[in-house]
């Protein structure tokens, strides 16, 4: 995924020391924004969307100007062009596999080792008057702000969460005010997050219900289309409300559903939209069996679907995640099993066994 | 509106008789944990902090610790169906999860 603005003939990568810098465009294009959203429905292209590490130009800096760090995400780079559009520096950018900083950081990628490889392979030392990398505060779980001054020589700076306050951190001598260097986590950043939970979820889902379908329309003559729909229909209805509360609902009101633990919020959405469909739709209480299993398997799936979210936030902690496992993971299993009781008995009475 | 996970379960630790007062973890802590007093870290809100590291990893003389890692459900889930422990577990982020960790 290189474009014109990014690329960098093949034979100068940055393995040759003093390859010459590029120049970055400050204009974002239309492949650029066309890019940001492909970056949040498809994982295949994210994973594509990189730049080849080296030293990088923005505007024309000189020997005094700063040196900012940051890894070889695209969607990231952008940000960062964007938001510092009207200034010189240089950017240094390390080889993360094309994955963000925080991201990378927690990895391994973006590490000490890596930053001191690149600063030597772009010859920066001879391109510069002063001894100071900023890097992103985030990459600070991956790399040494000691050890990166021990084994290259300059010194570090961490510098600002969003590359939006670079300017004013730039401003400011290089300090960063306590609300700059706190992570966010608003609706808007969720909402940008739900179809890389909704999208999968569907299509596994998807799977589970061709197959009910095929059980419960089959008869001694084949198929029987009406019988199949009529039969997966309250199991199509139960799974879109489970997902919808899962993966689109607990994220997007996250601080507003009570409780902390995320499979909790999960349940507490589930179990809501279960009574919802319940109430609202006849087909959905069609015989005691349908309810129960409505009671049982939406709140679970749902609360899975919610817990599989810590994943993406900015502030869930792994002891956290693993305390909620201890208590959801035995509860999902004897759901699933219930379920898979309830569901039976579901189809039997479907097929008038009982 | 302010998120808050779990209470009490951090592993974050601080040694405060090493501490030397450089307010490195101040700059990288991304959940406001520390604030320095008398020329000291100190912790104000050990429940914020999502173990992320990177105050030990940048701690130059050794003061904190924390059991870094990635709060993140596939990774464990991951790693409890085919290890059969949620801490060897590593998550697709390449795969369909959709998640970054
Ligand atoms: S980084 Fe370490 S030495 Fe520096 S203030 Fe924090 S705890 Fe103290
Ligand atoms: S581990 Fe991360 S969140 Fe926790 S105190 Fe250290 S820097 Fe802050």
Request: glycine share 10%; aromatic share 8%.
């Amino acid at each position: 995924m290189t474009n014109d603005n990014y690329s960098r003939d093949k034979g100068s990568g940055a393995a040759i020391p003093s390859a010459p810098p590029v120049c970055l465009l400050s204009n974002i294009s239309l492949a650029d924004r066309f890019g940001s959203v492909m970056c949040r429905v498809s994982n295949g292209f994210r994973m594509k969307y990189t730049v080849t590490p080296g030293l990088y130009t923005l505007g024309n800096p000189d020997r005094n100007s700063p040196v900012l760090v940051t890894g070889n995400y695209r969607l990231s780079l952008n940000a960062l062009r964007v938001s510092i559009n009207d200034r010189n520096a240089w950017i240094l950018i390390v080889d993360t596999k094309g994955i963000n900083v925080w991201c990378a950081a927690g990895k391994g990628t973006f590490c000490t080792k890596e930053i001191v490889k690149q600063l030597s392979a772009c010859d920066l030392k001879s391109k510069i008057a002063h001894r100071t990398l900023i890097l992103p505060q985030l990459g600070a779980s991956g790399a040494s702000a000691s050890k990166v001054q021990k084994e290259s020589g300059f010194s570090v700076r961490f510098g600002p969460v969003r590359a939006s306050d670079i300017p004013a951190y730039l401003d400011n001598n290089c300090t960063a005010s306590p609300a700059m260097r706190r992570v966010r986590f608003s609706f808007v950043d969720r909402a940008k997050l739900v179809p890389m939970e909704t999208i999968p979820a569907f299509k596994k889902a998807g799977l589970f219900l061709l197959i009910a379908a095929v059980l419960f329309g089959m008869t001694r003559n084949g198929i029987m289309y009406g019988l199949a729909l009529s039969g997966v229909l309250p199991l199509v209805i139960a799974g879109l409300v489970a997902l919808f509360t899962g993966t689109i609902l607990s994220p997007l009101l996250l601080p507003f559903i009570p409780g902390r633990a995320f499979s909790l919020k999960g349940f507490v959405t589930g179990l809501t939209g279960a009574i919802a469909i319940i109430f609202l739709l006849p087909i959905c209480r069609s015989t005691p069996f349908l309810t129960a299993f409505n009671l049982v398997s939406v709140p679970a799936f749902s609360s899975y679907l919610a817990f599989l979210f810590t994943g993406s936030t900015t502030y869930t902690s792994p002891s956290g995640v693993k305390a909620e496992l201890k208590i959801a993971w035995p509860l999902y299993l004897v759901s699933a099993a219930v379920s898979g009781v309830l569901l039976v008995l579901v189809f039997v009475r479907f097929r008038g066994i009982l | 509106m302010k998120h808050l996970y779990l209470s009490g379960v951090s592993t974050l630790k601080l040694a405060v008789e090493k501490c030397t007062g450089c307010e490195r973890c101040v700059e990288v802590c991304p959940h406001g944990v520390f604030e320095i007093h008398n020329h000291r870290a100190k912790i104000i809100a050990l429940d914020n902090c999502m173990e992320c590291g990177a105050c030990a990893q940048n701690c130059a003389v050794g003061a904190l610790s924390v059991r870094n890692g990635v709060g993140c459900a596939v990774a464990m889930i991951n790693g409890l169906m085919t290890k059969g422990d949620p801490d060897k577990g590593t998550c697709d982020c390449g795969g369909d999860s959709g998640s970054c960790c």
